[in-house]
């Protein structure tokens, strides 16, 4: 907030340019200043690089879990312990 607030004009200009800003408040993402109509959303790297959130610690996997179908009248408990 406060480098938005001492240089505003540089920060609209660059906004007019195609970037989008993200504006931060106590290191909480609270706003995005961008080009008007411009609908993209920063992505997760943009949002590290800006200091508006922490890279996660550990990668997700990659591989995805396989879903069972399961009856309608299944119950939950003995299904996982099947599973476990």
């Known amino acids: 907030m406060r480098e938005l607030r001492a240089d505003l004009a540089a920060h609209v200009r660059r906004a007019a340019a195609g970037e989008s800003i ?3 408040q106590s290191g909480r993402p609270v706003a995005v200043l961008g080009p008007v109509g411009g609908g993209r959303q920063p992505d997760l ?3 590290i690089a800006h200091g508006a959130v922490v890279a996660p610690r550990v990668r997700p996997s990659t591989r995805a879990h396989e879903r069972e179908r399961l009856p309608v009248d299944a119950r939950s408990d003995v299904e996982l312990r099947k599973v476990r």
């Open 22 to 24: 993200v504006v931060t």
């Open 45 to 47: 790297a943009e949002l």
